[in-house]
T-cell receptor
């Protein structure tokens, strides 16, 4: 099992739709989780952190399920500008905690 | 500077040549990471520096790759005898601490080996 797995998509949704992505991870000792956004040919940027109690920021909600070892990202009322690749990040401990990225899920929001 | 700065932004080199990529992290950030991203792929971890500790080199793909971080600030990633499969975007990131805090990325160096 890969350390961090995501469905690459693409998820193709109309404006206004609600869409959800999941990310599974293999290292149960991980304590901190993040969602990053990457636009085409740009660097990744933090979208939101994922807390044990969940985290909501406007139209975006992130949740953690430790028992099943996955985190989720829910986007409500999708906008054209939400089109991007969404990267799940889990610090995995080898010799040290390294932010380990999933391959990303591509979202395309169309008019 | 305000953010992570990488140079050059683009580099085209001939197969077999050595290249050096530079990363200037956010001032005060003790953790520095190098990743590479091939076209359509995820980020592959290369090397990690934390303060004055020995770097975590576990992600370096071969002994042609090396990196150093001078004075706990600027880092240089060196690729010797470049191969076509080294073509990728090399991304540097820094964070205030290890692991559980946000990593800020530079805009990357796009390396093309011809």
């Amino acid at each position: 099992r890969k350390e961090v797995e995501q469905d690459p998509g693409p998820f193709n949704v109309p404006e206004g739709a609600t869409v959800a992505f999941n990310c599974t991870y293999s290292n149960s000792a991980s304590q901190s989780f993040f969602w990053y956004r990457q636009d085409c040919r740009k660097e990744p940027k933090l979208l939101m952190s994922v807390y044990s109690s969940g985290n909501e920021d406007g139209r975006f909600t992130a949740q953690l399920n430790r028992a099943s070892q996955y985190i989720s990202l829910l986007i409500r009322d999708s906008k054209l500008s939400d089109s991007a690749t969404y990267l799940c990040v889990v610090p995995i401990k080898g010799g040290s905690y390294i932010p380990t990225f999933g391959r990303g899920t591509s979202l395309i929001v169309h008019p | 500077g305000a953010g992570v700065s990488q140079s050059p932004s683009n580099k085209v080199t001939e197969k077999g040549k050595d290249v050096e990529l530079r990363c200037d992290p956010i001032s005060g950030h003790t953790a520095l990471y190098w990743y590479r991203q091939s076209l359509g792929q995820g980020l592959e971890f290369l090397i990690y520096f934390q303060g004055n500790s020995a770097p975590d080199k576990s992600g370096l793909p071969s002994d042609r790759f090396s990196a150093e971080r001078t004075g706990g600030s600027v880092s240089t990633l060196t690729i010797q005898r470049t191969q076509q499969e080294d073509s990728a975007v090399y991304l540097c990131a820094s964070s205030a601490q290890t692991g559980g805090t946000e990593a800020f990325f530079g805009q990357g160096t796009r390396l093309t080996v011809v």
